[in-house]
């Protein structure tokens, strides 16, 4: 999908866009309409499956650019006239498309496409050629890119890369972090904290923050749990990998992964002397028919907000997937920035309708900050006591102060209040990027923004590596993650991109100079590929 | 060996206790002399090692009893006199007991005795029979200890167990934990600290506390390190527990430990599929004629204050050990409490000598709290990437904040001034505790008193079981561990007692009880042995 210079500034998207980019808004573009909109034909649609056959169209249209991100949808009742359906069938796939996060109601702005959704590569992309070096990509900085695969310190290596921007994905907005809520917590921790309280604590975690734990999941993830079931880890990488212990004592020998998916926890899985059998992701999540045929007993997924493209796993997939795991699977449900959403509805946690099959992670790290490393996993009956003692022995239990102090935080409202101020800055941010990317990357297209911290843009069947944009953007300050390393089979080349760290200029300013770099890269390629 | 009535109570080990002992202090006991002091006979010294000859004697004359804790030895000259031996020979063979932690110089209050060495059993005590259940260790609280051998849950039962008293080891004074100084710091960290900071971090931990550990280690244990060679973990239970999985991924299968050693630290070595084949204690130390008989490359000691004996690594032992390990071996050094000591000089780490064959594990768990989870570990040139590794991949290294407000700490010189306050404070501790065995305890040997935050007390060849003991004495309100707990050989019942964190009016309640409940169990066990 390209995304035209009529639709990469529109309006609904950019409204909360700060002063710096508002110059360059142009006026909201007339909504799509008229009788050949998109050539939609209900004749073509299976008989009872009107909605079913509108939300598809719609939905490839939005993947294959003939919708773009920013474009706005005919209003309802036009579109059912026009197709001479009724008007609930229109709305119903509409509200599918605001359920995946593709697009959202703007009010009386209508209904805007807010995030292309992956496009299933019908054949896979030819595998990546030997890394050539852009002529930018050289020395320290483009060296990171240049392991393929990129081993474990990678992440240690891209962050010790000196960059003048960092839009890495994984953080939220870290100068938000509320550093006098916390220090005032912290000081009536110390106050109410007895002299036992300070030796060797448990190590499930402090029933302080267990109980604060098990009401956030309630408010925030309509999630049902008691306290005794939280185990407080030092964050997902490290439940995970408790976890990843506990299967293999169970036999367990792979952990089905989505792909593309986490490069982070794959290297923890296969750690921990798990295989990763890839799965397929498209616009619907998880290809649970892929799933079966791995055969895995477990599998790793994100289902609110996939990671990298944040697409939300659809009703149908959830049916699936509940079968699947009725059937003996388990689900490990990586809850990683579910809190964050900005142009759709809350997507519940798979925990919240089959607490027996799966085995939910979540953490303050994109709540508050990574530094902090707590987190919490609610493990299904069977494996809980053995959690408790992989824990026991990985560290006798997390840190017992700054617990007490997230507790506080917790029941005191003062996070609610945090995330949202979160939100308001990060759709800013968000805002900002999609704009950049218009008017830098026109090739580019944007997946999974409707949520989250990052989005995800590719460049379509180009054929440059996207670890040579990643260290070219690098070798001229700039910090991001090729999509390539979150794939395990091969796929378009793109960038993963974070928003929520950096302020609108910076933001602007990196996305401008990922447009030179890409126009280097593109340079490098064209001799090459004639 | 038999605390007797005139020795229990002697003046120079009770100085300092506070007023609430201060009535039960009777005068200081003459100093022992005359001719036939211990029925010494230079003649039977070999040529030249006159006053190995005379530290070995008077180190069994503690063991056994003849010299109790609180006796005075004769001045040198008057020694040197009788024997018709040079001043030097006694001077020499009184420092050596003093380095190793058995008598100390009190001034003009002459040479003391402050603490005995572990008895090598001549022979085996029986093992120990089936537990039999005295009156008061039933219901819950005996539960704890009716498990043979304990589990790895055990310590959390015991934390979880109600009591009135608590005299577990392995914690320092609570209530003196710098609250002001700790919130004051943290406050400048927040205050300081960069947004980027705030996300995801060092593996080997924050810079700045790596380079306070590193002076910190320089100023208090001999040790010159590199901040770069600092690993900051979640305490040394987490250290022992990622230096197993490197050593297992090296081939080694086994770890030897002391016997009597850490219970904890064997239960964390097994669960990483570590055998850990004991190695006698006697009172020079880990025998390292035994190290050799079985075979194991690498060893896990606790050479500073062995734990839970108490003894000092004697100067022919390190050189062995030295041998050995130059050899091939790896000594993974445990200086779990080495910053507290009382009546002797520092005994330097053995990394300080051999920083290539020898792992090193420290903490704040006994300087601060072990509430904070914070350690270090200085590994051997060959394993400290594998341990960064295993530290990524445990938990993506520690929470920044904590890290940050302890290099302050560390710093700023307030952890001196905090480790002089408790120093104060554990001594009259000690104190209290000696003098209360003396008082309720008549029968038990004291050992390991020089240093550190607890003290062991065995009961010669008794025959209750020391599980039984600690159950009854959990019964009526007081928590101990039974000495049985950390042995893998069977051995005389004993107790490790923590003094640190109880204040000396808990102490004396808490022994008094202890003599409660050992008159029940004797009477128990009697009947039976007739």
Same mark, same amino acid.
């Given at each position: 999908m390209v995304m035209s210079s009529a639709s990469r500034h529109n309006g609904p998207v950019n409204r909360?866009?700060? =002063?710096?980019? #508002?110059?360059?808004i142009t006026p909201v573009a007339p /909504?799509?309409?008229? +009788? #050949?909109f998109l050539q939609l =034909?209900?004749?073509?649609?299976?008989a009872g499956g009107l909605s079913d056959w509108l939300a598809r169209r719609l939905r490839d249209a939005i993947a294959d650019g003939?919708?773009?991100?920013g474009s706005r949808l005919p209003a309802t009742r036009v579109l059912a006239g026009e197709l001479r359906v009724s008007r609930g069938v229109v709305t119903e796939a509409y509200q599918r498309l605001t359920e995946d996060g593709h697009v959202a109601g703007r009010?009386?702005?209508?209904t805007v496409v807010v995030a292309a959704p992956v496009a299933v590569p019908v054949a896979p992309a030819a595998a990546p050629g030997p890394v050539v070096r852009a002529a930018?990509? !050289?020395g320290p900085a483009g060296a990171v890119f240049a392991?393929?695969?990129?081993? $474990?310190d990678v992440f240690d290596a891209l962050r010790a890369a000196p960059a003048r921007i960092d839009l890495s994905p994984?953080?939220?907005?870290?100068? $938000?972090?509320p550093r006098t809520a916390w220090l005032r917590a912290e000081r009536a921790v110390l106050k109410g904290? +007895? /002299?036992?309280?300070?030796?060797y604590g448990d190590p499930r975690g402090a029933l302080e923050l267990r109980r604060a734990v098990a009401n956030w999941l309630a408010r925030n993830r309509g999630i049902r749990v008691d306290a005794g079931e939280v185990l407080i880890t030092s964050g997902t990488a490290q439940g995970l990998g408790l976890l990843a212990q506990v299967l293999r004592d169970d036999g367990v020998r792979a952990m089905a992964v989505e792909d593309p998916g986490s490069l982070g926890a794959r290297h923890h899985l296969r750690d921990r002397q798990l295989e990763t059998p890839p799965v397929a992701v498209d616009a619907e999540g998880v290809r649970v028919d892929e799933l079966r045929a791995t055969g895995a007993r477990a599998v790793l997924l994100?289902? /609110?907000?996939?990671? @990298?493209?944040?697409v939300v796993l659809g009703g149908v997939r959830r049916r699936e997937l509940m079968r699947w795991a009725a059937e003996g699977g388990l689900i490990v449900e990586?809850?990683? #920035? $579910?809190?964050h959403r900005y142009d759709r509805p809350p997507v519940p946690a798979l925990r919240s309708v089959l607490a027996e099959r799966v085995c939910y992670a979540g953490s303050? +790290?994109?709540?508050? *900050?990574? /530094?902090?490393r707590v987190g919490w996993m609610l493990a299904p009956p069977k494996y809980r006591d053995a959690l408790v003692d992989a824990k026991r022995f990985a560290d006798l239990g997390n840190a017992v102060l700054p617990q007490l102090v997230l507790a506080r935080l917790m029941e005191s409202g003062e996070m609610e209040r945090h995330l949202r101020l979160l939100r308001r800055r990060h759709r800013q941010r968000r805002d900002a990027m999609i704009a950049a990317i218009g008017e830098h990357l026109p090739g580019a297209v944007v997946h999974g923004?409707? *949520? !989250?911290?990052h989005l995800v843009i590719t460049f379509g069947? $180009?054929?440059?590596a996207d670890t040579e944009l990643a260290g070219a953007a690098l070798a001229r300050g700039v910090k991001v993650q090729p999509l390539s390393w979150h794939r395990q089979r091969p796929g378009h080349p793109g960038l993963v991109l974070?928003?929520? *760290?950096? @302020?609108p200029g910076g933001i602007a300013e990196g996305v401008a100079t990922l447009g030179e770099a890409l126009s280097e890269v593109v340079a490098e390629v064209r001799p090459r590929g004639r």
């Open positions: 909360s866009i700060g =002063n710096a980019c #508002d110059r360059s /909504a799509a309409s008229g +009788s #050949d =034909n209900p004749e073509e649609a299976p003939s919708l773009p991100v009010g009386r702005g209508g930018g990509s !050289g392991v393929t695969p990129p081993g $474990a994984g953080v939220p907005d870290l100068a $938000a972090f904290l +007895s /002299a036992s309280g300070l030796g994100t289902p /609110a907000h996939q990671f @990298p493209t944040g990586d809850d990683y #920035d $579910a809190e303050v +790290s994109k709540l508050l *900050a990574p /530094a902090l923004a409707a *949520a !989250g911290l069947s $180009a054929e440059f974070g928003y929520a *760290a950096t @302020p």
